[in-house]
């Protein structure tokens, strides 16, 4: 079995950063594609940001030049680092490990965590 915990979001000002972090732990022999997504009011979630094994990455067109995600592979952690944050951003937060353990390659979920932009 494996468990995603997030870090706690929480209301930032416009402009201002956040970086919330998404920890896999349990039996992992390995963790693949991290991402992030995220679920506005009355919107469908979306994804965000996601990192391949090997670093390479993708990112929705509305926050390129302002998020990053990155991994830290020996603590089976994902990040997202987010930059000029807009009120448009307020959303929960979720973040998708695929893994290998002792079942079969497949993504978990985070619990999810409420970031709020407002002034």
């Known amino acids: 079995q494996v468990q995603l915990v997030e870090s706690v979001g929480g209301l930032v000002q416009p402009g201002g950063p956040l970086r919330p972090s998404c920890a896999a732990s349990?039996?992992?022999?390995?963790?693949?594609?991290m991402a992030w997504y995220r679920q506005g009011p009355g919107k469908q979630r979306e994804v965000v940001a996601a990192?391949?094994?090997?670093?390479?990455?993708n990112y929705a067109e509305s926050v390129k030049g302002r998020f990053t995600i990155s991994r830290n592979n020996a603590k089976n952690t994902v990040y997202l680092q987010m930059n000029s944050l807009k009120p448009e951003d307020t959303a929960v937060y979720y973040c998708?490990?695929?893994?290998?353990?002792?079942?079969?390659?497949?993504?978990?979920w985070g619990q999810g965590t409420q970031v709020t932009v407002s002034s």
């Open positions: 998708n490990v695929e893994t290998s353990g002792l079942g079969p390659r497949r993504g978990y």
């Open positions: 349990g039996t992992i022999f390995g963790t693949y594609v």
């Open positions: 990192i391949t094994s090997g670093c390479s990455t």
